[in-house]
Nanobody, 121 residues
Framework: QVQLVESGGGLVQPGGSLRLSCAAS????????MGWYRQAPGKQRELVAA???????NYADSVKGRFTISKDNAENTVSLQMNSLKPEDTAVYYC???????????????WGQGTQVTVSS
């Protein structure tokens, strides 16, 4: 089993910055990808940014140029640096990790508990 612990959410004014972090622990043989999703009230959960084991990144169009995803392989952590935040970035942000528990297992998705990000003056 893999556990994810998120941190870094909060309240910030428009134009401000926040950094989210997610640490994965437990039975981890390898990590295929790590990413951040968000869900605003009344909306579906959407991809914000993802990074593969090889370091390739993918961003939602709405955050390109403002958000940066990074990972630390040694610590099994993924971070999301969010700059120039807008009110429309307000949502619960979830960390997702696709990991294998051992050599013989397939990768499966694990989700964090979510952290609230509120952008408001």
């Amino acid at each position: 089993q893999v556990q994810l612990v998120e941190s870094g959410g909060g309240l910030v004014q428009p134009g401000g910055s926040l950094r989210l972090s997610c640490a994965a622990s437990g039975s981890i043989f390898s990590i295929n990808s790590m990413g951040w999703y968000r869900q605003a009230p009344g909306k579906q959960r959407e991809l914000v940014a993802a990074i593969t084991s090889g370091g390739s990144t993918n961003y939602a169009d709405s955050v390109k140029g403002r958000f940066t995803i990074s990972k630390d392989n040694a610590e099994n952590t993924v971070s999301l640096q969010m700059n120039s935040l807008k009110p429309e970035d307000t949502a619960v942000y979830y960390c997702k990790v696709q990991a294998r528990a051992n050599y013989y297992s397939n990768g499966r998705n694990y989700w964090g508990q979510g952290t609230q990000v509120t952008v408001s003056s």
